[in-house]
């Protein structure tokens, strides 16, 4: 057995829900073995879970903690089905000698696959840029809990967040992982996941493949239930209906991605494509696309990474199938399961339905959107109907002739996703209803928009059917820019420039306005800093949006800020947020060329807006204006019940002025109590139990009240209470 080959103990997999667990040590003499250290990627809209050894990680949901769904974070709630960090990596060879002793003619292997000597090879470390600043709402202490170390020297070039990891496969490839995002507005769509194979089997492996794959139906996104109506049955789609389109296998193509779209349902009556639900002014659920692009891929094994050169026809093998492929069971050994998943990495069923045009010696298989027929599972196998569904969109990079002990693979992709945005699905959506959609402006095709050639409408679509999908097919423009941009960024050495530190943040709901104070003396020391805006929505639901509410500019320099909203309206529940600007220069040669000379925010999430204010009842201007409320208090009156107030007491006044005394006298002119009224908050009203200064209820009667202002204002009300 080779020296760094140990035996390890299979771990068992809990299901957890939390963002990273400690490390469980093993005692033994080998490496460290993990059992499920894990971490959140959540420094953009992309969250996705990483998982220390590799596999799927059982149910890994961290969806409970998504911010508002007018962010439009999106993310596959457990590893199982997706490669966005680098999971279930499969790797397949020719000549591999199993720990059984067993000589497999044609072996592919996934992470923890029948056997126990995989290993974690480099503890998982996962690190963040910025410290969570600072967040207090109505004098509440909201900030959270940092999701990694806070370590900004830890950062691959400027991104946000970077977790790493390396664990050795049982085939005994070292699969080492870096996965790494940012904040900035230009590039928060997107994961970057950098893979380096080592082999470390100490025999040479041939005919070597590496595959990987990502599904659209693990995908869960934050919209469509936050704040909102459920979904209707007869609203409701299937969200594995799907097209799957990699462009990059044709001498034309300009990038290597793979993207998958919503499709709609053939057999169902109308037009399903981007999930309209009718029951909700027609609001779009499922126009986003997502996407993976590669951006680097070896063209040959290499010991120095200096030789490393990318192969620009890699991968050689895309294709669509199912997570258990024609029937082929992942859960027994390769020694029992045949030949066919070895093939299918290789390219099986691209041989057999080719795409046409492709570069001559790949094996690319048909893009189901090219075929002039409008169902989505029209190349058969692969595309599944019904039931529960995992098709993938898969790559395969090789076949590397020998992969000899000691050598690497590197491979780079950026996944992530795009589309028309939760805001214009509702406009969109909303029109289509009405049947007062127009077309998109500057279409690359009047019929088709952005779909390739052979794409087939739904049958039965009408022309505002068409139009809708349309306006979806703008998103796959949308694609081609997001890959476009993480390419720059990889060819720029991931320096496009990073977000500025987020503000910490102070928001009060008070009566006569809420008041936001917030500071952040790093970022008005940069050169660019370009000043702040503050933003407001109002409810919770995924139907409404952030609106900027104040701005300033470069000018605005001070040790602390402050701003009041005075736009308000009591009862209403109001969410705020903070950020800090920062202005790319005209010259920056590492930004993209679409962003020079705009103005970067700082990352969202570090500004919770989980917290709502709900303003309180705003102050009177006289006391003439105050109001008493129930007058008279009937404790038996059934509306008090309604009220929730059949077990406690409660007498309102409104419209009190900021700062008031009130005392409350017998008929006969006995005190029996006195209410200070100068609240934090400034508000207007308040509810007193009914106890006296003495904590005795108050007796059936007529009362007095007497409020008096510090400038020496009095004004007298009587009320009745009967019990």
Not at 429 to 441: A, I
């Amino acid at each position: 057995m080779h020296p760094n080959k140990q035996q390890a103990i299979h771990p068992l997999i809990p299901v957890l829900a939390g963002m990273i667990l400690s490390l469980v040590v093993i005692p033994g003499s080998g490496p460290l073995v993990a059992q499920e250290k894990r971490a959140v990627i959540r420094a953009n809209r992309v969250w996705c879970g990483m998982v220390e050894y590799g596999g799927s990680g059982g149910a890994f949901n961290y969806a409970s903690s998504w911010f508002p769904a007018d962010y439009n974070c999106m993310g596959p709630s457990m590893e199982r089905g997706s490669g966005m960090t680098g999971s279930n990596i499969a790797t397949a060879s020719t000549n591999w000698t199993d720990p059984d002793g067993i000589l497999i003619a044609k072996a592919a292997i996934r992470p923890l696959d029948h056997y126990t000597n995989w290993y974690v090879s480099s503890p998982m470390t996962n690190y963040i840029r910025w410290a969570y600043p600072t967040s207090i709402v109505n004098y509440d202490n909201v900030t959270l809990d940092e999701w990694g170390d806070v370590d900004p020297s830890k950062m691959v070039g400027t991104s946000d967040q970077t977790a790493e990891v390396a664990f050795v496969n049982a085939m005994g490839v070292e699969i080492k992982r870096r996965v790494f995002a940012w904040s900035q507005q230009f590039h928060d769509n997107y994961i970057v996941v950098d893979v380096v194979l080592t082999n470390r089997s100490g025999e040479t492996l041939t005919d070597f493949w590496v595959s990987m794959r990502q599904g659209p139906y693990y995908w869960r996104k934050a919209k469509g239930s936050t704040g909102s109506p459920s979904i209707p049955d007869q609203d409701d789609v299937d969200r594995a209906a799907c097209w799957h389109h990699y462009y990059g296998a044709r001498p034309a193509d300009s990038l290597r991605v793979f993207y998958m779209y919503h499709a709609d349902e053939p057999d169902r009556v109308g037009d399903q494509m981007g999930g309209p639900i009718a029951s909700q002014d027609g609001r779009l659920l499922e126009s986003d696309i997502t996407f993976y692009t590669i951006l680097h891929a070896s063209q040959a094994p290499y010991t120095d990474p200096t030789n490393d050169i990318d192969d620009p026809l890699q991968p050689r093998v895309t294709d669509v199938y199912d997570n258990v492929p024609m029937g082929v069971n992942w859960l027994v050994k390769p020694s029992e399961r045949g030949d066919l998943i070895y093939d299918l990495i290789a390219g099986k069923n691209g041989q057999e339905q080719p795409m046409e045009g492709q570069y001559e010696g790949a094996y690319h298989r048909a893009n189901n959107d090219e075929q002039n027929d409008p169902d989505w599972s029209n190349l058969g196998v692969g595309f599944i109907k019904g039931g529960t569904v995992f098709n993938q969109s898969i790559c395969a990079f090789g076949p590397y002739e020998t992969f000899e002990d000691g050598q690497s693979l590197h491979i780079v992709y950026a996944s992530g996703y795009t589309g028309i945005g939760i805001e214009k699905e509702k406009e969109i959506g909303e029109k289509w209803l009405y049947n007062t959609l127009e077309e998109p402006p500057n279409l690359p095709d009047a019929e088709l928009g952005y779909f390739p050639a052979g794409f087939a409408y739904p049958p039965g679509a009408t022309e505002v059917d068409s139009t809708k999908d349309r306006w979806i097919s703008t998103g796959i423009d949308s694609v081609h820019k997001a890959a476009s941009r993480a390419l720059w960024n990889f060819k720029h050495d991931w320096q496009v420039p990073g977000s500025p530190p987020p503000p910490s943040q102070e928001i009060t709901g008070h009566g006569d306005g809420v008041e936001i104070k917030w500071s952040d003396p790093d970022v008005e020391a940069l050169d660019g800093f370009a000043g702040y805006r503050i933003l407001r929505r109002v409810g919770r639901a995924d139907t409404v949006f952030f609106d900027i509410v104040h701005q300033t500019d470069a000018t605005d320099l001070a040790s602390e800020h402050t701003w009041t909203d005075t736009s308000i309206l009591f009862g209403a529940s109001y969410y705020y947020y903070v950020q800090a600007g920062y202005r790319i220069a005209e010259s920056d040669p590492n930004a993209y060329p679409g962003s020079r000379g705009k103005t970067i925010w700082s990352g969202r999430l570090w500004n919770p807006t989980e917290i709502e204010v709900q303003p309180p009842r705003y102050p009177g201007e006289k006391l003439s204006d105050i109001r008493i409320v129930p007058n008279p208090y009937n404790i038996r009156d059934p509306l008090m019940a309604d009220y929730g107030w059949s077990d406690d007491r409660g007498l309102m006044f409104f419209n009190l002025p900021a700062e008031v005394t009130i005392r409350i006298f017998t008929e006969s002119g006995d005190l029996v109590r006195t209410i200070p009224h100068k609240p934090r908050t400034r508000a207007g009203s308040l509810t007193w139990n009914m106890l006296t200064d003495s904590q005795q209820a108050i007796a059936t009667g007529m009362y007095i009240a007497v409020f008096e202002t510090p400038d020496g204002s009095v004004a007298y009300q009587k009320f009745i209470v009967v019990r």
